[in-house]
């Protein structure tokens, strides 16, 4: 039976093991860290006394990649989200409260009514998404901006959600894919959602659990230092255990993040430069949002951009701010609290003990048109070595649908390369 190394238990490398257990492959899984999941993980926290995510991570309905891969391994179930496609926001700066909540079919109707637009805009702002069609190498700044409030008030928000990137040097051609699978498909594919009972309840233990039952192997503790080819071919895996040979009819499917791939390929092409994104998390009694049964909110003019929900955890997204990366924590959680407490029924001035921070440096990459040009495709001029990741091209953003689909591609087509 020939053997599927893959290297990187991140949702990109599960994604590829997953593909290669179902095309018949003995699955080997080599992780470096003493835990699967990479950037999509949960851990116990001893400040929070309870289990949380490295960061909130947001999916849409539309997003089929990351869908297909849950039902495949049996997590189908293990999202949740509103019943709506609906986003509620809050300008802290104004005051100002709205919610976009799409229609279901393809027909935008919302954007014809003026109450449920974002107040201040216009019909012809919406119809200006239309040049996201050919955006080419243009950002987003450059795109939206000047056109009146929809840029400060959606495209603006949207762009760092999505990309983590800010708008003035966000590609945003990266934005189309997302918006055709997704939001111009109207509300069955735009429902916000988000992991039940966290990431790696949902990403991560399912699909270690589903290759294990068929055969797989998961190294963890198992970090891949060298591998060696010959002009056409992987022939040899350096690890801690010793040098493993790769057979003719094996493959290695690389999925390790972008900053570390030129150490074990010095001859790849890869993003180079990358995005924090801070998060931060407070235990609080009895949490109450805005909006029943919408456990997510996006604030405008303020450090907290989106905050969510679950349990009697409150957790705030801080993305593509290099200062707030850079800021005390205390300092961070104060302005945070300030800024949450009446949103979710406390008192401001009642900061809970048990709260903390954290900060991912490299959360994702920098999604600008220059990056995007270093972005490789899965296939290397080795028959045997495919790359996948979030960083690899896939036409999405950093994200786990991109990572998603990109493990799956992957798998598809080392498989196609061998049997050619
Ligand atoms: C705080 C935060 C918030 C985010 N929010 C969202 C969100 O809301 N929505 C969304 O869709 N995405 C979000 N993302 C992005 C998403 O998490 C990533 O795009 C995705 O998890 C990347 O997966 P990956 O498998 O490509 O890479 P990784 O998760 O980086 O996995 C790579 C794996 O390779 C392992 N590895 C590295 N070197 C070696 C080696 N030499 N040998 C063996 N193993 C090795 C690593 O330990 C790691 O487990 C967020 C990310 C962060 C950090």
């Known amino acids: 039976m020939a053997t599927a ?3 990187g238990a991140g949702v990109a490398g599960l994604a590829a093991a997953v593909e290669m257990s179902k095309a018949q492959f003995r699955v080997v899984v080599h992780e470096q860290s003493g835990q699967a999941g990479g950037r999509c993980r949960s851990f116990y926290d001893n400040t929070l006394g309870c289990t949380i995510d490295n960061g909130n991570h947001l999916l849409l309905s539309g997003n089929k990649s990351a869908l ?25 700066k104004t005051g100002e409260r709205w919610s976009i909540r799409l229609d279901r079919g393809s027909m935008p109707w919302w954007i014809l009514n003026k109450d449920r637009r974002v107040p201040g805009t216009r019909l012809s702002e919406y119809l200006s998404g239309l040049k996201l069609l050919s955006a080419g190498n243009r950002t987003v700044k ?4 000047g056109q009146g ?16 990137t800010t708008a003035d040097l966000a590609a945003a051609r990266l934005l189309t894919p997302v918006i055709r699978e997704t939001l111009a498909k109207g509300a069955e594919y735009s429902r916000p959602l988000i ?10 233990t399912p699909a270690i659990e589903w290759l294990e039952r068929r055969g797989s192997e998961i ?7 060298a591998i060696s080819m010959d002009e056409r071919r992987v022939v040899s895996i350096e690890t801690g255990k010793g ?18 791939v030129r150490s074990l390929i010095g001859d790849v092409s890869a993003p180079d430069r990358f995005v924090p994104i801070v998060n931060v998390h407070f235990r609080v009694d009895n949490p109450r949002m805005p909006l029943m049964n919408n456990p997510l909110l996006g604030m405008l003019n303020s450090l907290s951009q989106w905050l969510f929900v679950r349990d009697d955890v409150a957790s705030v997204t801080i993305s593509a701010d290099d200062d707030a990366a850079n800021r005390d924590a205390n300092d961070i959680l104060n302005t945070v609290w300030r800024e949450i407490a009446s949103e979710i029924g406390q008192a401001p001035d009642k900061r809970p003990a048990r709260a903390r921070v954290i900060k991912e440096r490299r959360a994702t990459f920098l999604g600008t048109p220059e990056q995007l040009e270093k972005r490789p495709p899965p296939s290397t001029k080795w028959q045997n070595l495919v790359l996948c990741g ?10 786990i649908e991109g990572a998603i689909r990109s493990g799956q591609t992957a798998a598809q087509r080392v498989v196609q390369l061998i049997a050619s």
């Open 5 to 7: 190394h893959i290297i």
């Open 219 to 225: 190294r963890l503790n198992d970090r891949v230092s």
């Open 195 to 204: 992991a039940r009972h966290g990431l790696s309840a949902t990403f991560v």
């Open 142 to 145: 450059q795109l939206f901006a």
């Open 68 to 92: 297909s891969y849950l039902d495949t391994i049996g997590a189908g179930d293990q999202l949740t989200g509103p019943e709506f496609a609906e986003f509620p926001f809050v300008d802290l």
């Open 149 to 164: 409030p929809l840029f400060e008030r959606f495209w603006e928000p949207f762009t760092v959600a999505v990309i983590n």
């Open 243 to 260: 040098s493993e040979l790769i057979a003719n009819c094996d493959v290695v499917v690389m999925a390790v993040p972008a900053w570390v």
């Open 390 to 399: 979030d960083w690899v091209d896939n036409g999405l953003p950093s994200t």
